[in-house]
């Protein structure tokens, strides 16, 4: 009988030594579960009902490893806001790769578990409200259609964890599709031989992309499946409004899954330049500059795979140019055919990137809500309001009308598409603040209740109204932080 329903396979482990690095994390003291996704859970073939909530603890805090788990650090690079450093788990350690019964091959990984080698300066620890924060983000954009890391628990340790103040340690159980970044690749290709960034390809081709395992140009074919899930990774962000906050290389995975939930954020205005991270002063990583960014972070993936792109250096890097080039016209279609889902409309037509570009103009001239604006739109009738009664609007509107009339499929087709593409509810900055304000004090009940209705993310219904309402002045949050 397998324990808990763990079914490890660990196949990372057989990359070459310095990918990563094999240790047990510190054991906790006094560890207590504070949150537990059981619907995960069971998604993955595990079931924790036979244990008592301390034995849960014990499990998520790591005091007790399964069978076949076999702990392991990663090592990696990456470029922060544009410089290249060093980095690897210094928080982190993988439980190994499970198998769930329907055959996905998930990495279940310990965050804020103590120092491991790639640690530096820190202490390897995490603190409750940012473990929290990545649960609850990660867990509605799961659930908003966005593909993402997922959130499995959170313990705390008992611990009290130095930062600006002394702050409760926890420990966040995630669960990905890999962990592999582009920093990855920029570890082997600038500090290791071309053999290891080979082998790293293969791998994540095996991984990720095994539709290009006979492919006659594995390295360009690598570079154009990744522009894929990366651009639509991206506009599935710019759908629901989310900022990711720090798109540094290492924050970036190869398969297409947003990770690392550090100061991220939801607009609530459509501003397009909005940034929320303290430490982003120059907005490189702004609501409307993500694609330009993921670009140039792909561009930095593939400086890596040019020796295997062509033999000839100057045919490799012309080769890799030309492709991503190509990024940010992909970027721009499958945006645009977002925005034509969100306005109702199935069929293109030329006059479309205007009457969105005229609504987003006019939204962002009037601070409206992105959210709502959406979902007030979404209705057979013109939307009520003294905001909507603007000339400016009513013109706009019956443009759309009009063009919405050209469809080939019905008007009631046109609102469903609408009502699965526009969410009612997102996590909205001001309400997860206040969550995780009384999570410090000991109150988990607005948490729970927080993630039940981000279940259903694009039901308009009772239980989420409060939910739905855009934050008053002096609840809006300008600036989240990294709190590491
Ligand atoms: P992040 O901001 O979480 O993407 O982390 C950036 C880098 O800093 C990664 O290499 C992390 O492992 C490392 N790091 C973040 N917090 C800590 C910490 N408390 N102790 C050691 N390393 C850390
Ligand atoms: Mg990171």
Redesign the pocket.
């Known amino acids: 009988m397998r324990e808990y329903g763990f079914n490890f396979d660990t196949t990372y482990t057989d990359l070459p030594k310095h990918f990563f690095s094999k240790h047990k994390p510190e054991p906790v003291n006094k560890p207590d579960l504070v949150i537990i996704n059981n619907q995960l859970a069971a998604s993955m073939g595990l079931d924790f009902s036979d244990l008592t909530e301390k034995e849960k603890a014990e499990l998520f805090a790591g005091n007790y490893l399964p069978e076949g788990c076999t702990p392991y650090s990663q090592a990696y690079a990456g470029h922060q806001f544009g410089h290249f450093t060093v ?6 350690y993988n439980w190994g790769e499970h198998i769930t019964p329907a055959g996905s091959r998930l990495d279940i990984q310990f965050k804020g578990s103590g120092r491991t080698p ?3 300066g ?5 603190v409750l409200g940012p473990m929290l924060r990545e649960y609850i983000i990660s867990e509605a954009l799961y659930h908003l259609g966005v593909p993402t890391t997922r959130s499995l628990a959170v313990v705390t340790t008992g611990e009290q964890v130095r930062r600006e103040t002394m702050l409760p340690g926890a420990i966040l159980t995630r669960i990905a599709s890999s962990h592999i970044r582009v920093g990855t690749f920029e570890f082997a290709s600038n500090f290791k031989d071309k053999q290891s960034v080979e082998k790293l390809m293969n791998y994540t081709i095996q991984r990720h992309y095994p539709e290009l395992r006979e492919s006659q140009n594995k390295a360009l074919d690598l570079i154009k499946a990744v522009m894929e899930r990366q651009a639509n990774l991206i506009v599935s962000w710019m759908k629901i409004g989310f900022i990711h906050g ?1 798109m540094n290389t ?2 970036m995975t190869l398969s297409g899954e947003t990770i ?1 939930y ?1 100061p991220c954020a939801f607009l609530d205005e459509y501003k397009p330049n909005t940034v929320f991270s303290s430490i982003d002063r120059r907005g490189r990583y702004s609501f409307d500059n993500q694609p330009i960014i993921a670009q140039w972070n792909i561009a930095r993936l593939a400086e890596t795979l040019l020796p295997f792109v062509n033999k000839d250096p100057h045919k490799a890097i012309k080769l890799g140019e030309q492709t991503i080039s190509e990024f940010p016209d992909l970027c721009k279609q499958k945006w645009l055919a977002m925005m034509r889902s969100k306005l109702g409309l199935f069929d293109g037509r030329p006059e479309d990137e205007k009457i969105i570009s005229d609504l987003l103009d006019w939204m962002q001239k009037n601070n409206l809500n992105y959210i709502n604006t959406f979902r007030n739109l979404t209705r057979q009738d013109q939307p009520i309001g003294r905001i909507y009664e603007q000339k400016s609007f009513i013109d706009w509107w019956l443009r759309w009308q009009s063009r919405l009339k050209k469809e080939s499929k019905s008007y009631k087709s046109s609102i469903s598409l609408m009502s699965d593409t526009n969410p009612v509810v997102i996590p909205r900055n001001h309400i997860v603040e206040e969550v995780l304000k009384e999570a410090h004090r000991g109150n988990f009940k607005p948490l729970r209740k927080l993630l039940i209705v981000l279940e259903k993310p694009y039901d308009d219904l009772e239980l989420n109204r409060d939910y739905q309402l855009p934050p008053n002045p002096n609840e809006r949050i300008y600036e989240t932080y ?1 709190g ?1």
């Open positions: 980095l690897g788990d210094g928080r982190a790639y640690s530096r820190g202490d390897g620890k995490a720090v290492d924050n690392d550090g990294c590491t």
